[in-house]
Every structure is written in structure tokens, then in C-alpha cells.
């Protein structure tokens, strides 16, 4: 079975610039999670998505950050304009359902870095 | 508000001795425990999980967590440590009344030859 895919891997911008990531969650998850880990800290939610719905996204930064799953499978994270603070890792993960007790399994990870 | 508490930056322990990463929690109904391991540039790999039933609850690679409801803690234990057990274990809870999984801040778990 393939994991979660998450491109790119690795990503440097200067502040104010625009980015976006892409991921890619395991077939027939409908539960899709971004998360924010910044160095030193566990990760934390930014927004999760049941099949196309938004379910969570009270810790997204609507301001700058804009997420979507248009088609109910993969989905984009964007970062318009980009701060030096968002510099993170950003990890997509997926799970069965919406479950409380499902585990989520995770990609690995796109490394921004905001020069 | 939910919350974890992993009170141990690092943990180092001699290969072969028994391995203890110790996390506590904090809900307002009954607790969904979870346990991951971050190996570097890799996301997290699931490791177990407590439901509910027996507070000893086996996962993989040999790992297994005993859940301590009176201590709000969910420790993540080994018998016999290797050196490829070392990598950032995270602890995670989630209640049945929350939408988000919240994870602690972090153990690294170093097993020296």
C-alpha cells in the first residue's frame, strides 16, 4: 500500500513570496490533515478536510494560509504572502474516517524555509 | 482544552536496557492515546494506540505503552532498547469531544552502543 506523498520535499523563498504544497493521501482515506511543525515542537493542526468539506480550521491562518480538496483526494496548502515564522515543516497525514480513535498516517513532509 | 505534557527533552539509554518515555495528559471526558516516531527528514510513523479495555497496550517493533488513568499518564516502554530505536517519539491525545489531536513537544530517544 503507498504511504501519504507530499512534494516538494524541500522549499527556500524569500518573505513576501507566494508557495504551495501538494499532497497526495493513502487511496480510500477520506479524512485529510495539514499540519504545521516547526522546529522543537510537536505538530500542530492547520486544517483537516472530510473527502472535500472542511471539518477544522480554526488554526489556520486565513490571512495568508488557504487550503483545498477540490475532488475529494489530493490537496494543496498555499501560503500567500510567506512570513520568516512560517518557516516549518509541513506534514499532510490521512486517515480512514473521522473516527476520534483512528490513527493518521503521514507523509514526509515538505521543509519550507522563509529567507 | 485537551493537552500533553512529555516532561523529558531527551531520554539516553545503554542498548539492551529497558527503555521508559514518559508522557501525561489532560481531558475533559475519556482519552484517545496515541504514540509516533519521527525518524530525521521522514514524517511520523505510528507506533500504538489506547482505546480503551487493557491499560497495557502492545504496538510495533517490540514497543508497548501502559495507560494509567488515576496518573493521567500513557508512559511508552521497551524491554530491550536497540540503537535503532533512537529517533523523536511523540505523544498525542485526542477526547471525544475534540475535532484535533494534540501532541506533545517531544522525546529524543538516543540508545547508545
Known amino acids: 500500500e503507498a504511504g501519504v506523498a507530499q512534494s516538494p520535499r524541500y522549499k527556500i523563498i524569500e518573505k513576501r513570496q507566494s508557495v504551495a504544497f501538494w499532497c497526495n493521501p493513502i487511496s480510500g482515506h477520506a479524512t485529510l490533515y495539514w499540519y504545521q511543525q516547526i522546529l522543537g515542537q510537536g505538530p500542530k493542526l492547520l486544517i483537516q478536510f472530510q473527502n472535500n468539506g472542511v471539518v477544522d480550521d480554526s488554526q489556520l491562518p486565513k490571512d495568508r494560509f488557504s487550503a483545498e480538496r477540490l475532488k475529494g483526494v489530493d490537496s494543496t496548502l498555499k501560503i500567500q504572502p510567506a512570513k520568516l515564522e512560517d518557516s516549518a515543516v509541513y506534514l499532510c497525514a490521512s486517515s480512514e474516517g473521522l473516527a476520534d480513535y483512528n490513527e493518521q498516517f503521514f507523509g514526509p513532509g515538505t521543509r519550507l524555509t522563509v529567507l | 482544552a485537551q493537552s500533553v505534557a512529555q516532561p523529558e527533552d531527551q531520554v539516553n539509554v545503554a542498548e539492551g536496557n529497558p527503555l521508559t518515555v514518559k508522557c501525561t495528559y489532560s481531558?475533559?471526558?475519556?482519552?484517545?492515546l496515541f504514540w509516533y516516531v519521527q525518524y530525521p527528514n521522514r514524517g511520523l510513523q505510528f507506533l500504538l494506540k489506547?482505546?480503551?479495555?487493557?491499560?497495557l497496550v502492545k504496538g510495533s517493533y517490540g514497543f508497548e505503552a501502559e495507560f494509567n488513568k488515576s496518573q493521567t499518564s500513557f508512559h511508552l516502554k521497551k524491554p530491550s532498547a536497540l540503537v535503532s530505536d533512537s529517533a523523536l517519539y511523540f505523544c498525542?491525545?485526542?477526547?471525544?469531544?475534540?475535532?484535533?489531536?494534540?501532541f506533545g513537544s517531544g522525546t529524543q530517544l538516543t540508545v547508545l552502543p
Open positions: 498525542a491525545v485526542r477526547d471525544g469531544s475534540a475535532r484535533q489531536l494534540t
Open positions: 489506547y482505546i480503551t479495555g487493557d491499560n
Open positions: 481531558v475533559s471526558g475519556n482519552p484517545y
